[in-house]
Antibody, heavy 118, light 107 residues
Framework: EVQLVQSGAEVKKPGESLKISCKGS????????IGWVRQMPGKGLEWMGI????????RYSPSFQGQVTISADKSISTAYLQWSSLKASDTAMYYC???????????WGQGTLVTVSS | DIQMTQSPSSLSASVGDRVTITCRAS??????LAWYQQKPGKVPKLLIY???TLQSGVPSRFSGSGSGTDFTLTISSLQPEDVATYYC?????????FGQGTRLEIK
């Protein structure tokens, strides 16, 4: 069974750094792209970027380029989303999802809620 | 970048109604279009890919059509459990942009 399990909710202060994770199981982690999606409170889905764990090829949405870093450690089947300096506007639910061979999102993690508040 | 525009932004319909949601791409994307359902407080779920292929386990009252720039998601007979927000997404190439969503309620 394909599963993506994300790390738990985080409460941070503005300016702090953060790295959240997404662990894949039940499939060949290095053979499928993993994507990250943001959902701000009461808002829609925003595509942030994707990574291919096999070779760490990464693509970012122009809206998120330079704002976050997507990485992966294939040895532990885990993808990451990180911030170097959080802002209040980063408060959101963040989902990871597996891209099928056709690049639609066929399996989703349970989401990680990030709250940034002073 | 290609923009995805859904209409309407919200709609209210009665149980048993036929419901149609439209998604328009600013440039042609062939059939690289997926639809997702997000129920309140839940994780998004894949409904349809390749514009018209139903994901395994999705009820047959859901269907998709279209190619190029204009796509539709249809629910043939609305059920109470279909209350959700529906999103389209292009996936022919990055960025894999979502539409803004359509909130569906029961009248």
């Amino acid at each position: 069974e394909v599963q993506l399990v994300q790390s738990g909710a985080e409460v941070k202060k503005p300016g702090e750094s953060l790295k959240i994770s997404c662990k894949g199981s039940g499939y060949s982690f290095t053979s499928y792209w993993i994507g990250w999606v943001r959902q701000m409170p009461g808002k829609g889905l925003e595509w942030m970027g994707i990574i291919y764990p096999g070779d760490s090829d990464t693509r970012y949405s122009p809206s998120f380029q330079g704002q976050v870093t997507i990485s992966a450690d294939k040895s532990i089947s885990t993808a990451y989303l990180q911030w170097s300096s959080l802002k209040a506007s980063d408060t959101a639910m963040y989902y990871c999802a597996r891209l099928s061979s056709g690049w639609y999102l066929d399996y989703w993690g349970q989401g990680t809620l990030v709250t940034v508040s002073s | 970048d290609i923009q995805m525009t859904q209409s309407p932004s919200s709609l209210s319909a009665s149980v048993g109604d036929r419901v149609t949601i439209t998604c328009r791409a600013s440039q042609g994307i062939s059939n690289y279009l997926a639809w997702y359902q997000q129920k309140p407080g839940k994780v998004p779920k894949l409904l349809i890919y390749a514009a018209s292929t139903l994901q395994s386990g999705v009820p047959s009252r859901f269907s998709g059509s279209g190619s190029g720039t204009d796509f539709t998601l249809t629910i043939s007979s609305l059920q109470p459990e279909d209350v959700a927000t529906y999103y389209c997404q292009k996936y022919n190439s990055a960025p894999l942009t979502f539409g803004q969503g359509t909130r569906l309620e029961i009248k």
